[in-house]
């Protein structure tokens, strides 16, 4: 593959990496506030935790594979 493609290729995992961690950002300020209005049970806060963890595996696996196609 050339240079380019191949830099266009990574800046779009970068951008799919950034857009989940926006997620897991977004969901984490949103919790908060909702957990400081005390308006949540354990299981909605659990649930909304396992969304997270999911968005951060992802990000570590992607992140791993980026490195090892380098």
Same mark, same amino acid.
């Given at each position: 593959m050339?240079?380019?493609k191949l830099l266009k290729v990574w800046n =779009?995992?970068?951008?799919?990496?950034? %857009?989940?961690a926006q997620s897991i950002q977004t969901?984490?300020?949103? =919790?908060?506030?909702a957990i400081?209005? %005390?308006e949540l049970d354990v299981e909605y806060v659990t649930d909304v935790v396992d969304?997270?963890?999911g968005f951060a595996i992802d990000i570590v696996n992607e992140a791993g594979e980026i490195?090892?196609?380098q």
């Open positions: 050339d240079k380019d =779009l995992d970068l951008q799919t990496l950034s %857009g989940k969901l984490a300020h949103t =919790l908060n506030k400081q209005g %005390g969304i997270m963890a490195e090892v196609d």
